[in-house]
């Protein structure tokens, strides 16, 4: 199973290949995914690894969640990560918790097997 990056418009995660090109179920939006320029935003975590889309990473300390009853846990593991802009540059979902962002500084990549 290969790995489809979300749409550049709206960040939807259902595109699907038509020919030679990707269409966005929710937005409509069709781009070329050869022709897509590599985005500029660079991403490190607390080790100064660098981050991309679909990478699996472990938070590094207990996170408290703003209205939820417990933190997140250390030790917890985050797959297929979303980067974006701002404080908050990792989007993700969690088991038990749903979709959240989270800081970079405070999970560390996984190593992949190979």
């Not at 979902?93 to 989270?102: E, P, R, T, W």
Request: glycine share 8%.
């Amino acid at each position: 199973m290969s790995y489809i990056a979300p749409c550049p418009k709206c960040r939807s995660n259902f595109p699907y290949p038509s020919g030679a090109l990707m269409i966005c179920p929710e937005c409509a939006y069709e781009w070329n995914p050869e022709e897509l320029e590599e985005s500029s935003l660079v991403v490190k975590d607390s080790n100064g690894n660098q981050l991309e889309n679909g990478d699996s990473v472990t938070v590094i300390k207990n996170l408290p969640v703003k209205g939820a009853p417990k933190p997140i846990k250390s030790g917890t593991k985050v797959k297929n990560i979303r980067l974006a802009e701002g404080d908050h540059n990792i989007n993700c979902k969690i088991d038990g918790f749903g979709s959240l962002s989270l800081k970079s500084e405070f999970v560390k990549k996984l190593k992949q097997k190979p």
